[in-house]
């Protein structure tokens, strides 16, 4: 069974760009969530998504950030007309349905983010 | 919202020493505390979590201890080796909403 599986692992932009990272659960997940990490800092919670559902975006900022989760392939985190501050490792992490309501989150490997 | 503090920022010990992590959270409503351990550059992986309904859980060194009344949980790592060197994060979650709030990490150094 293949762990969360997040692509590109590094990526380069300009300021203005547009950057998009994506995100493929493990098997039998249907639950996604987005944390971005600063250096030296803790995961910040973004989105929460399920299938065709943004279940929680509460995290994320309201302007350039954009996240979906469709009903075929990855989720995507979009975030438009990049700028320096966006600069971080952003990790994706998935979870099983649980019906003890708190939920297990195991995590991909990360998409670094370079802004120029 | 939540809020998860975490102490110390580092801590170093010496190999076969214990080392002991603390965090306290500020929603009385949270039951899910899972702890994640990070190497550099990697992800992180999940090392232990407990549950509201006990009050401490062992998997061979590491033990994690929940005071509900204090709102306060804590990582034990006994026997401490230099591969135990990383990151440790410390997390809170309520039971039907199930983003993590993390505290802020322990970078944990072994010494030989």
């Known amino acids: 069974n293949a762990g969360v599986m997040q692509n590109p692992r590094h990526l380069v932009r300009r300021r203005g760009q547009e950057a998009r990272l994506r995100c493929s659960p493990m098997k039998g997940h249907s639950h996604v969530y987005w944390y971005r990490q600063l250096p030296e800092e803790g995961l910040k919670f973004m989105v929460y998504l399920q299938k065709e559902n943004i279940i929680d975006e509460s995290g994320m900022p309201k302007e350039r950030f954009s996240a979906e989760f469709p009903k075929e392939g990855p989720s995507i985190l979009r975030i438009q007309q990049v700028v320096r501050g966006d600069s971080a490792a952003y990790f994706c992490?998935?979870?099983?349905?649980?019906?003890?309501?708190?939920?297990?989150?195991?995590f991909g490997p990360g998409t670094r983010l370079t802004v120029l | 919202g939540e809020n998860v503090e975490q102490h110390p920022s580092t801590l170093s010990v010496q190999e076969g020493d214990s080392a002991v992590i603390k965090c306290t959270y500020s929603?009385?409503?949270?039951?899910?505390f899972p702890w994640y351990k990070q190497e550099l550059g990697k992800r992180p992986q999940l090392i232990i979590d407990?549950?509201?309904?006990?009050g401490e859980k062992k998997d061979q060194r590491i033990a994690v201890t929940l005071n509900k009344t204090a709102k306060h949980f804590s990582l034990h790592i006994t026997e401490t080796q230099p591969e135990d060197s990383a990151v440790y994060f410390c997390?809170?979650?309520?039971?039907?909403?199930?983003?993590?709030?993390f505290g802020k990490g322990t970078m944990l150094l072994v010494s030989p």
């Open positions: 997390a809170a979650s309520i039971s039907g909403y199930s983003t993590l709030t």
């Open positions: 407990i549950r509201s309904n006990v």
């Open positions: 929603d009385s409503a949270s039951n899910y």
């Open positions: 992490a998935s979870s099983p349905p649980s019906l003890a309501g708190a939920y297990t989150q195991y």
